[in-house]
């Protein structure tokens, strides 16, 4: 019996057996056999494939400064509280959203927008550690960000990279806070390029050597700094097991066919939402890319203009993107900010903070496109119908990412569940 391997296309075990390439990648261990066989990317393809059948993972697109309802996914263009906003048919009949977003509209039938949401934080620092962790900032718990939850709840296991990347200068938001050192987040102030000071600068055994001694030099002389040690040598050890392992050249775009990287744009943004979407294929729990500047007090809607230039098209291609590759089932997609804005133009033609009412779009991760849940009234000033609060946003992140929301974490002797209050929002899941 001969065997040949055909490098792009099929695997010929005989005459009368014909497998596909990535069928028989499944097949095939991750063990030595495997990394003698096949390349790094092959052995990616291996990897994401067995990762993504374990759990979900999120993609949160964090729109720093409180983007604005009215020239988003809310646009009222029937009052004078919308400005000169025009609103625009989706694929889905019945929907609208702003003229802002013309890529976006096409893809609103695997998207859900949710209209009523509202909280009472109006303050930027407050508003966006509460978006993020689920609890109002307080003086005597450090709360983890829900980047740092998921790491811990669902992190893959044996992923060399980290579990929960941050891309952009996300400044003052949360981090692992009292889950520890382990789960904070692997900051890139952009995408695009490997991360710096990935290379080791010896040969792997050497490197491990040094390790070791570094592990038992500090084991040795604690001290009275026990705590430090045990953070110190877990940073080293996930650092190490991410530039020695296979999985680096994920955060590469240069990996990508300039075709694709076309198709999501340009701009920091477009290439932070590739790197997400490769991150997540290579087995990453949780992807938060940012883009700032959102606090519109002045000359609104030329800026809303231009900062959803940035955000449409990337944001639509990152779903079809999943959905090609069959990976939005298992991929929450979330575009939110800390707050909206107000309904009336202020004299500098902006709109001030306006926590009383925002949006929040979802996509993926078995959420149900194609609708829009709650409304404000004809004015955008409050909530008409269906008010979603922050606990009911979050339980419904557990809900989608399979995390029990009632699991308790220890912190100074106090048990602290991962959402406290709220309720699912049920008509995601219809």
């Known amino acids: 019996m001969t065997t040949r391997l055909l490098h792009h296309a099929d695997v010929t075990v005989d005459r009368n057996c014909i497998i596909r390439r990535r069928d028989f990648l499944r097949g095939v261990s991750l063990t030595g056999l495997a990394a003698g066989m096949l390349g790094w990317k092959d052995l990616v393809s291996l990897q994401a494939d ?14 720093q400064g409180g983007p604005s309802h009215f020239e988003t996914f809310s646009p009222k263009p029937e009052h004078a509280n919308g400005g000169e906003t025009k609103a625009i048919s989706t694929s889905v009949p019945g929907i609208e959203i702003a003229d802002n977003f013309p890529l976006m509209a096409k893809v609103m039938q695997d998207a859900a927008i949710i209209r009523s949401m509202t909280s009472k ?16 900032l307080a003086p005597a718990v450090k709360y983890p960000a829900f980047g740092a939850i998921a790491a811990q709840q669902i992190q893959h296991e044996g992923l060399e990279l980290p579990a929960f990347v941050r891309v952009g200068n996300l400044r ?120 700032s500047n959102w606090d519109t007090h002045g000359d609104n809607f030329a800026k809303v203009r231009k900062l959803a230039g940035q955000v449409d098209q990337p944001f639509a291609q990152l779903i079809s993107d999943l959905k090609q590759r069959g990976m939005l089932d298992s991929t929450l997609v979330v575009w939110m900010g800390e707050f909206g804005r107000t ?62 929301a009632d699991v308790e974490n220890m912190t100074g002797g106090r048990p602290i569940k991962i959402v406290e209050g709220g309720q699912p929002v049920a008509e995601l899941f219809a």
């Open 343 to 404: 309904p009336k133009i202020n004299p500098k033609g902006g709109r001030d903070h306006y926590p009383r009412t925002s949006n929040v779009v979802l996509a993926g991760g078995g959420v149900r496109g194609g609708q829009f849940i709650g409304k404000t009234d004809e004015s955008g000033a409050e909530v008409a119908d269906r008010p979603v609060t922050v606990p009911d946003l979050f339980q419904s992140f557990c809900k989608t990412l399979k995390i029990n």
């Open 172 to 291: 003052g938001t949360a981090d692992g806070g009292f889950l520890g050192v382990e789960h904070d987040p692997f900051v890139l102030s952009a995408a695009g390029k490997l991360p710096a000071n990935v290379k080791p600068t010896t040969d792997a055994d050497r490197y491990r050597r040094r390790l070791g001694l570094l592990e038992r030099l500090e084991l040795s002389d604690q001290g009275g700094a026990k705590q430090e040690v045990a953070d110190h040598l877990k940073l080293y050890h996930r650092s190490s097991a991410m530039i020695l392992g296979n999985q680096m050249k994920a955060f590469d775009l240069e990996q990508e066919p300039a075709s694709m990287r076309e198709a999501y744009g340009s701009g920091p943004f477009a290439s932070g939402c590739l790197l997400a979407r490769r991150l997540v294929e290579a087995g990453v729990t949780f992807v938060e890319v940012e883009l």
């Open 50 to 63: 067995e990762l993504r059948r374990r759990g979900m993972s999120c993609i949160l697109l964090w729109m």
């Open 121 to 136: 934080e109006g303050s930027h620092p407050r508003a966006t550690y509460l978006m993020h962790t689920g609890y109002s």
